[in-house]
């Protein structure tokens, strides 16, 4: 069990970490850049994290599903932090899959030349998702925490 939550939490804060590396050093004022900054940018990051995050975003809604099921007969403090978490994660992942995903696919259709109109719309869209996505998954590693802090309630 200790392996798996060793693990759990490495990939929470490797997710967490692209999420809140992404918002806190650029997606604030990606609204300030100009298109071709924006285009060129968007899609250097995209390439450079989707592979591994397309791995490392379920593999963590599966560790954290082991360790709920391995708590599943305490319901004490952890059983109900690493259930957060996971509820966390999950909506990470859907806003994820059903949002940034899709916006992200569009975005790689794009050049300097062949902007939508809408360009800077959709950008905003992305963005707040992004927040809310980076929110998400930043309080389900507060909660994993809290979860290894209560750990020995297992017992």
Same mark, same amino acid.
């Given at each position: 069990?200790?392996?798996?939550?060793?693990?759990?939490?490495?990939?929470?804060?490797?997710?967490?970490?692209?999420?809140?590396?992404?918002?806190?050093?650029?997606? #604030?004022?990606?609204?300030?850049?100009?298109?071709?900054?924006?285009?060129?940018?968007?899609?250097?990051?995209?390439?450079?994290?989707?592979?591994?995050?397309?791995?490392?975003?379920?593999?963590?809604? %599966?560790?954290?599903?082991?360790?709920?099921?391995?708590?599943?007969?305490?319901?004490?403090?952890?059983?109900?932090?690493? %259930?957060?978490?996971?509820?966390?994660?999950?909506?990470?992942?859907?806003?994820?899959?059903?949002?940034?995903?899709?916006?992200?696919?569009?975005? #790689?259709?794009?050049?300097?030349?062949?902007?939508?109109?809408?360009?800077?719309?959709?950008?905003?869209?992305?963005?707040?998702?992004?927040?809310? #996505?980076?929110?998400?998954?930043?309080?389900?590693?507060?909660?994993?925490?809290?979860? %290894?802090?209560? #750990?020995?309630?297992?017992?």
């Amino acid at each position: 069990m200790k392996a798996i939550q060793f693990i759990t939490g490495l990939l929470l804060v490797l997710v967490a970490g692209v999420f809140w590396g992404t918002w806190f050093s650029l997606s #604030r004022t990606m609204h300030e850049l100009p298109a071709a900054m924006f285009l060129t940018i968007g899609k250097e990051i995209m390439a450079n994290v989707a592979l591994t995050m397309s791995i490392i975003m379920p593999a963590s809604v %599966l560790c954290l599903l082991i360790l709920l099921i391995g708590s599943w007969k305490t319901k004490n403090l952890y059983f109900y932090c690493v %259930l957060a978490a996971l509820v966390l994660f999950i909506t990470a992942l859907i806003i994820t899959v059903g949002i940034e995903v899709p916006i992200d696919n569009q975005i #790689r259709t794009w050049t300097v030349a062949a902007m939508p109109a809408d360009w800077q719309g959709i950008r905003d869209r992305w963005e707040y998702y992004h927040t809310i #996505r980076t929110v998400a998954s930043l309080s389900a590693v507060a909660f994993f925490l809290i979860a %290894l802090l209560n #750990r020995k309630e297992m017992a």
